[in-house]
T-cell receptor, first 114, second 119 residues
Framework: KQEVTQIPAALSVPEGENLVLNCSFTDSAIYNLQWFRQDPGKGLTSLLLIQSSQREQTSGRLNASLDKSSGRSTLYIAASQPGDSATYLCAVTSLSGGSYIPTFGRGTSLIVHP | DAGVIQSPRHEVTEMGQEVTLRCKPISGHDYLFWYRQTMMRGLELLIYFNNNVPIDDSGMPEDRFSAKMPNASFSTLKIQPSEPRDSAVYFC?????????????????FGQGTRLTVV
C-alpha cells in the first residue's frame, strides 16, 4: 500500500525566502505526482503535475522535482510571498487493483510573514 | 467545463439524520473519487468509481456510508444515520485515464468540497 509523507508539517518563513517542501513515498512504481495548494476552508488547487518519466516541472516561482527511484519529490518556492501562505499537499498516483489511485500526504502548512 | 461541482457547500445536520452529498464530475472523465478530510487523518480515500462502477469501497468507514454513481455525470455519497464524528470536509475528484506511450496522464481535479457538521 502506497504511503506518502510530507516534511515539515509546518513552516513559517519571512517574505522573500526561498524554501523547499519535501514529499516521500514508499512505492516507487508511480504514474505521476501532483502538488496541490489548499487555502483555509477551500478546495484543492493543482499546482504542478509530474509524470513518472519526467524529472521536474516549473510554473512561475514554483519548481517541482521527482526522483522516482528514491521515492522523493520536492517543491521549491522561490522568493516567497505572504500570498503563498497555504497548505501544500503532495499526491502520488499509483496503480492499485488495475486502477490509478491518488494517495495524499498530510500536507505542509506554510506561513509567509511580511 | 466548470470543473468538478459539489453540493451543498455546507451542511449542518442533527445526529441521526440522513445526509446526501452530491458531485458532478468533469464531463468525459472516467474516474470519480470521494475523499474525506479531517485534521486528525488528513485526506482519506473513501471509494472510487471507474466508468460508473464502484471499484474499491474499502475506505468507507462504516455501513452507514454508501455511494452511488447512476450515470457518468452524477454521484452521491450518503450517510445514514449521521453521527458527530462524521463531521469533516468531503471532496469529490475526477480524472481521465489517458495512457499515452505507456504512461498514464491521470491528473486529478477536485471540487470545492462539502463541509459537513453533525451536531
Amino acid at each position: 500500500k502506497q504511503e506518502v509523507t510530507q516534511i515539515p508539517a509546518a513552516l513559517s518563513v519571512p517574505e522573500g525566502e526561498n524554501l523547499v517542501l519535501n514529499c516521500s513515498f514508499t512505492d516507487s512504481a508511480i504514474y505521476n505526482l501532483q502538488w496541490f495548494r489548499q487555502d483555509p476552508g477551500k478546495g484543492l488547487t493543482s499546482l504542478l503535475l509530474i509524470q513518472s518519466s519526467q524529472r521536474e516541472q516549473t510554473s512561475g516561482r514554483l519548481n517541482a522535482s521527482l526522483d522516482k527511484s528514491s521515492g522523493r519529490s520536492t517543491l521549491y518556492i522561490a522568493a516567497s510571498q505572504p500570498g503563498d501562505s497555504a497548505t501544500y499537499l503532495c499526491a502520488v498516483t499509483s496503480l492499485s487493483g488495475g486502477s490509478y489511485i491518488p494517495t495524499f500526504g498530510r500536507g505542509t502548512s506554510l506561513i509567509v510573514h511580511p | 467545463d466548470a470543473g468538478v461541482i459539489q453540493s451543498p457547500r455546507h451542511e449542518v445536520t442533527e445526529m441521526g439524520q440522513e445526509v446526501t452529498l452530491r458531485c458532478k464530475p468533469i464531463s468525459g472523465h472516467d474516474y470519480l473519487f470521494w475523499y474525506r478530510q479531517t485534521m486528525m487523518r488528513g485526506l482519506e480515500l473513501l471509494i472510487y468509481f471507474n466508468n460508473n462502477v464502484p471499484i474499491d469501497d474499502s475506505g468507507m468507514p462504516e455501513d452507514r456510508f454508501s455511494a452511488k454513481m447512476p450515470n457518468a455525470s452524477f454521484s452521491t455519497l450518503k450517510i445514514q444515520p449521521s453521527e458527530p464524528r462524521d463531521s469533516a470536509v468531503y471532496f469529490c475528484a475526477s480524472s481521465l485515464t489517458d495512457v499515452t506511450n505507456g504512461f498514464s496522464n491521470t491528473e486529478a481535479f477536485f471540487g470545492q468540497g462539502t463541509r459537513l457538521t453533525v451536531v
